[in-house]
């Protein structure tokens, strides 16, 4: 099993639509989770930490599943500008510290 | 807001040719990474480096690879003998805590290496 699955998509979506992204990770034992943004041959952007108690930050929620170990992302009254990869990011305990993995990302086509 | 400026955008080098990608962290930063990300794949973890020493390396960071913070302010990563498949996306970043902490990370647009 990957350390941090994602569904690559493409999810395509209209404008004004809702639309939700789920990210699995196996190590139980992980610290700290994050989705970020990148858009094509750009660099990963912080979109959001994910916070136990969930959290929001104007049309994007993000919710923490330690139970079932998943994260998810949903983007509310999707904008043109939303269409990117959003990859999920989970800082996991390793001996002697911690890693940093990257998820391979879900695409995101927002359509007029 | 500040930024990790990373140089050159896009570097074409000969396979066999030793390259170094340039890399500016955020002033207040203590904690410095490298990444690649081939074409159309995930992104990975090469190094990460702090108080002017490796952290920590993964697989792919071999012989080959090299990093170094020669002043103050840059970090370089140095890629001995390239190979056609060190084609990529090498992208810089840098945090206030270690992997990120509670924050991420903060990256650079990145350097395109390509080798031919």
């Known amino acids: 099993r990957k350390e941090v699955e994602q569904d690559p998509g493409p999810f395509n979506v209209p404008e004004g639509a809702t639309v939700a992204f789920n990210c699995t990770y196996s190590n139980s034992a992980s610290q700290s989770f994050f989705w970020y943004r990148q858009d094509c041959r750009k660099e990963p952007k912080l979109l959001m930490s994910?916070?136990?108690s969930g959290n929001e930050d104007g049309r994007f929620t993000a919710q923490l599943n330690r139970a079932s170990q998943y994260i998810s992302l949903l983007i509310r009254d999707s904008k043109l500008s939303d269409s990117a990869t959003y990859l999920c990011?989970?800082?996991?305990?390793?001996?002697?510290?911690?890693?940093?993995?990257f998820g391979a990302g879900t695409r995101l086509f927002v359509k007029a | 807001e500040p930024e990790v400026t990373q140089t050159p955008s896009h570097q074409v080098t000969q396979m066999g040719q030793e390259v170094i990608l340039r890399c500016v962290p955020i002033s207040n930063h203590l904690y410095f990474y490298w990444y690649r990300q081939i074409l159309g794949q995930k992104v990975e973890f090469l190094v990460s480096?702090?108080?002017?020493?490796?952290?920590?390396k993964s697989e792919i960071f071999d012989d080959q690879f090299s990093v170094e913070r020669p002043d103050g302010s840059n970090f370089t990563l140095k890629i001995r003998s390239t190979k056609l498949e060190d084609s990529a996306m090498y992208f810089c970043?840098?945090?206030?805590?270690?992997?990120?902490?509670?924050?991420?990370?903060?990256f650079g647009s990145g350097t395109r290496l390509t080798v031919v």
């Open positions: 994910v916070y136990s």
């Open positions: 970043a840098s945090s206030e805590a270690l992997w990120g902490g509670d924050y991420g990370y903060t």
């Open positions: 990011v989970v800082k996991v305990v390793r001996t002697g510290g911690f890693k940093t993995i």
């Open positions: 480096f702090y108080n002017n020493e490796i952290s920590e």
